[in-house]
């Protein structure tokens, strides 16, 4: 089972990663121009911070009020979808 820390440092990496391949004029330039694309909403490390500060929050919320917290709680991500293919109501939460 990957942990928290593990799944960070992993998703860290990952950027530290793609950063290097659009970097490197040794890359061929379709893959720079992909790793470029891809970080440009690729998840920073204050991203992270925030998600885990809203998680430690929620940790230690009253199970009554862990409804309305996650309520109040902006998206982090959306559902993933092919860009042409309409996600389906019934997997999307109901938005206020």
């Known amino acids: 089972m990957t942990m928290p820390d593990e799944r960070t440092k992993a998703v860290l990496e990952t950027r530290e990663f793609l950063l290097s391949l659009k970097q490197n004029l040794a890359v061929p330039d379709d893959v720079r121009r992909t790793a ?23 940790s230690s919320a009253v199970l009554d009020d862990q409804g309305l917290a996650l309520l ?6 959306d559902y993933p979808g092919d860009g042409d293919t309409p996600i389906p109501k019934r997997i999307r939460p109901e938005t206020p």
Do not use: D, G, N, T
């Not at 470029?36 to 929050?57: D, G, N």
């Not at 109040?72 to 991500?77: A, D, G, I, K, N």
């Open 36 to 58: 470029q694309a891809l970080l440009r909403h690729y998840p920073e490390q204050r991203h992270l911070a925030s998600v885990a500060a809203v998680y430690e929050k929620l």
């Open 72 to 77: 109040l709680m902006s998206p982090v991500f």
